[in-house]
């Protein structure tokens, strides 16, 4: 490792980090937790923007902390930027984007591991603990012309390179992935 440098370490959930997932641009990274929840983070300043919890209310770090039957084991961003799929113990698989608070599709999967988008984002895949891989077919969306804007910049500026950018207010919030 003397060849990496650590740059950031991102402090938040409640319990053991056991699934991430950087977005197609690199400026988001979702975290799945045995917290029961996922944080959607800008890696670049460390800010947590979005938090989608999988047990209502939210659990006490106390309860978080322990065991409490809705471990999130899996977490994957769709090739579009705007979707995440979470895999949880409740036996759901949950379908989100990242403009949105709570899950916008649901689906029963028992004993669930793992889960992630193809590459061209038009199914989703999970593994189980029986060995199985179940497949979702997942909808076409044509994306906003300000997501399409984030995700051009994004991969070349990271947040602090867009925040300088000589540009009017307005056109930095456009930019930005703060909710």
Known sequence: ????????????????????????????????????????????????LMEFGH????????????????????????????????????????????????????ASLSNGLCCAFSTDGSVLAAGTHDGSVYFWATPRQVPSLQHLCRMSIRRVLPTQEVQKLPVPSKVLEFLSYYM
């Not at 402090?11 to 400026?27: K, L, N, R």
């Not at 209310?57 to 995440?84: C, E, K, Y």
């Open 1 to 48: 490792m003397d060849k990496y440098t650590m740059i950031r370490k991102l402090e938040g959930h409640h319990h053991d980090v056991v699934a991430c997932d950087f977005s197609p641009d690199g400026a988001l990274l979702a975290t799945a937790s045995y917290d029961t929840r996922v944080f959607v983070w800008d890696p670049h300043t460390g800010g947590v």
């Open 55 to 106: 047990l209502f209310p939210p659990p006490t770090p106390i309860f978080a902390g322990g065991a409490n039957d809705r471990w999130v084991r899996s977490v994957s961003f769709s090739h579009d930027g705007l979707h995440i799929a979470s895999l949880a113990d409740d036996k759901m698989v949950r379908f989100w984007r990242i403009d949105e608070e709570y899950p916008v599709q649901i």
